[in-house]
């Protein structure tokens, strides 16, 4: 019997830092992504945060400008 590895293509990788694969802003986004119909999407616990795997680089951009935007809100709050 031989084994065979399914190899997939991906955009890339973001890990946010802080924020664990079960926090709620997290389940958020990945209601929206699906009900858009995005690109796959995997996520896991990384060493800093969750990291998410995507397929689609629009995706990959489109989280990674919306984690800029709730950084930047928690800088303004906490100065």
């Avoid at 973001?14 to 699906?34: I, N, Q, R, T, Y």
Wanted: net charge positive; glycine share 10%; proline share 1%.
């Amino acid at each position: 019997m031989v084994k065979r590895r399914k190899e997939e293509e991906f955009a890339g990788v973001l890990e946010f830092e802080g924020l664990g694969k079960d926090a709620p802003e997290l389940a958020s986004w990945m209601a929206e992504h699906k009900e858009r119909n995005g690109g796959k999407v995997r996520v896991a616990q990384g060493a800093s945060g969750a990291r998410v795997i995507f397929s689609n680089a629009a995706d990959m951009d489109r989280w990674k400008a919306r984690w800029e935007r709730m950084m930047s809100g928690k800088r303004t709050i906490a100065a």
